[in-house]
């Protein structure tokens, strides 16, 4: 799996938007782009993952550039419980092999 | 909404000892995984599982570890002789349709 660059921290206010940034320079055609965040004390959890265009659902958007070679994950209103470690991980599509996590990047979220 | 269960939640062993980790998947899952977290730490793969028997395994999971589903539903995470490095959360997962969903994690102790 090809390797992503992620800042090692952010902070956000609450009910304030936090854009993501992720970088993946070296992604294949057939790599789609998964976030998952891991909360205090817990198992990590799916957010989102893309292809090629935009992704909305309830948690999340994903941005992912024309070229692919970076993504941003926006949550539109940070709240306290957004605080967590937020994972940008390549994975081939169709694959069910294990995720690789890198260090990713951990969000705080001020009151 | 459909979870990973794991048991226990804390488990405190002396080193040399045998632990058996345990794991109920989410019951229309075929592919089950371990990985673990030392504190502070990434997450890191340990093994992946399919149609019983292991389909990937990383260098961490050496002779000391087994897993096995032995009554078709709860899957098991054994460690022959623990040492301290095993310290750590162990985190179980399985493959849905698109995204793993991971346990709440067992955190190991060896003291």
């Known amino acids: 799996d090809a390797k992503t660059t992620q800042p090692n921290s952010m902070e956000s206010n609450e009910e304030e938007p936090v854009h993501l940034p992720c970088n993946h320079s070296t992604i294949s055609g057939t790599d789609y782009i998964h976030w998952y965040r891991q909360l205090p004390s817990q198992g990590p959890e799916y957010v989102i993952h893309?292809?090629?265009s935009n992704v909305n659902n309830r948690m999340a958007s994903l941005a992912i550039a024309e070229d692919r070679k970076s993504s941003t994950l926006i949550l539109h209103r940070a709240t306290l419980r957004d605080a967590a470690v937020y994972y940008c991980?390549?994975?081939?599509?169709?694959?069910?092999?294990?995720?690789?996590f890198g260090k990713g990047t951990k969000l705080s979220v001020k009151p | 909404e459909p979870e990973v269960t794991q048991t226990p939640s804390h488990q405190v062993t002396q080193m040399g000892q045998e632990v058996i980790l345990r794991c109920v998947p989410i019951?229309?899952?075929?592919?089950f995984y371990w990985y673990r977290q030392i504190l502070g730490q990434k997450v890191e793969f340990l093994v992946s599982?399919?149609?019983?028997?292991?389909?990937?395994k990383s260098e961490i999971f050496d002779d000391q570890f087994s897993v096995e589903r032995p009554d078709g539903s709860n899957f098991t995470l054994k460690i022959r002789s623990t040492k301290l490095e095993d310290s750590a959360m162990y985190f179980c997962?399985?493959?849905?349709?698109?995204?793993?969903?991971f346990g709440q994690g067992t955190r190991l102790t060896v003291v």
């Open positions: 991980i390549l994975r081939l599509g169709g694959s069910q092999g294990n995720l690789i």
């Open positions: 019951s229309n899952h075929l592919y």
């Open positions: 997962a399985t493959q849905g349709v698109t995204e793993a969903f």
């Open positions: 893309g292809l090629t």
């Open positions: 599982f399919y149609n019983n028997e292991i389909s990937e």
